[in-house]
């Protein structure tokens, strides 16, 4: 099975700063890579897909980038409401699609 | 509009069972997979089982194969989650989970593009 590791498991930024998620994959994974936002309380939604495909809606802040084993996601000017949990989700290994173990983001 | 919404959760005692329900709509429903995925307090995300389009094929986590069902009536719109030798482990936020796919070059491409509000399930003496 692959597994998919997150770091790192949280982080604090300013308002304006670039933020960047890592994810790693166990073995190469090509582009099977997804990204989800969840706010405490609330579903998570899809925000990239197939490792740099923005989901419709997401705003252009955000950023997709990996492939094989390594895996990014960018927040180019971080604002308020990206404060949330960032899970990454492999897809290449079926029909377990696992997720990594999420990177908690605040606000300074 | 697109939605899943479950239904379904609540406290059960240890070795109990529940059945939990999402109901689709604002899409076709009998032309996507749709998969559970749940949460523990606190922690992450953790799959947990899936359905095709028509409902002849499943999967199962390998620590709820044999405990939890999932099945779909097509008609109704609805897919379910019969769970049964209930563990306090199994608690947690149970969300329905509507997965699209994208053929990019020679490859099917599978996301979580919709994800209902989520049921809780409480399992404790």
């Known amino acids: 099975d692959v597994q998919v590791t997150q770091s790192p498991s949280s982080l604090s930024a300013s308002v304006g700063d670039r933020v960047t998620l890592t994810c790693r994959a166990s073995q190469s994974i090509g582009s099977f890579l997804n990204w989800y936002q969840q706010h405490p309380g609330k579903a998570p939604k899809l925000l990239i897909y197939?490792?740099?495909n923005l989901h419709s809606g997401v705003p252009s802040r955000f950023s997709g980038s990996g492939s094989g084993t390594l895996f990014t996601l960018t927040i180019s000017s971080l604002q308020p409401e990206d404060s949330a949990t960032y899970f990454c989700q492999q897809t290449y290994s079926t029909p377990a699609l696992t997720f990594g173990g999420g990177t908690r983001v605040e606000i300074k | 509009e697109v939605q899943l919404v479950e239904s379904g959760g609540g406290l059960v005692q240890p070795g109990g069972s529940l059945r939990l329900s999402c109901e689709a709509s604002?899409?076709?429903?009998?032309?996507?997979?749709i998969h559970w995925v749940r949460q523990a307090p606190g922690k992450g995300l953790e799959w947990i089982s899936r359905?095709?389009?028509?409902?002849?094929?499943?999967s199962y986590l390998d620590s709820v194969r044999g405990r939890f069902t999932i099945s779909r009536d097509n008609a109704k719109n609805t897919v379910f989650l019969q769970m049964t030798s209930l563990r306090g482990d199994d608690t947690g936020v149970y969300y329905c989970?509507?997965?699209?796919?994208?053929?990019?070059?020679?490859?099917?491409?599978?996301?979580?593009?919709?994800w209902g509000k989520g049921t809780t399930v409480t399992v404790s003496s």
């Open positions: 359905i095709n389009d028509d409902g002849t094929s499943t």
């Open positions: 989970v509507r997965v699209s796919g994208s053929f990019i070059q020679t490859n099917y491409y599978y996301y979580m593009d919709v």
């Open positions: 604002g899409f076709t429903f009998s032309g996507y997979w």
């Open positions: 197939v490792a740099t």
